[in-house]
C-alpha cells in the first residue's frame, strides 16, 4: 500500500474548493499513485479540522474519471485528525 501524507501550511485549518483540490490532488498524489489497481492511504495533516464536498470533488475528481466511485472505495483509505473527518471525507465524494 502506497501512503502518501499531503502538506497544506500549518496555519491553515480548513480545505475548500474544487480547483484547490484538483491542484493539491496534481501536486501531491498524481505522480505517486499511478497504478490505480493498488491500495492507497490518503493521510491529512491533524491541523485540518473541516474539508468542504467541494475540495474532496475536486480532489477526486481525475480519479473518479479513471477508476469511478467503486474503484476509489476498494483502494483509497482515508486517515485524518479523527475518525469523523475521516469519514466525513469519503462521504462528501458522493
Partial sequence: MKIVKLKFDNTISGLAGF???????EDQVKGVYTNHSEKIEIEFPNNIQ???????????????LEVGYE???KN????????ELSK???KRLY
Fill in 88 to 90: 466525513a471525507i469519503k
Fill in 50 to 64: 473541516k474539508v468542504a464536498s467541494s475540495f474532496v470533488q475536486g480532489f477526486f475528481s481525475e480519479l473518479v
Fill in 76 to 83: 483509497v483509505e482515508i486517515k485524518s485528525s479523527s475518525d
Fill in 71 to 73: 474503484g476509489i472505495e
Fill in 19 to 25: 480547483p484547490y483540490g484538483q491542484k493539491i490532488y
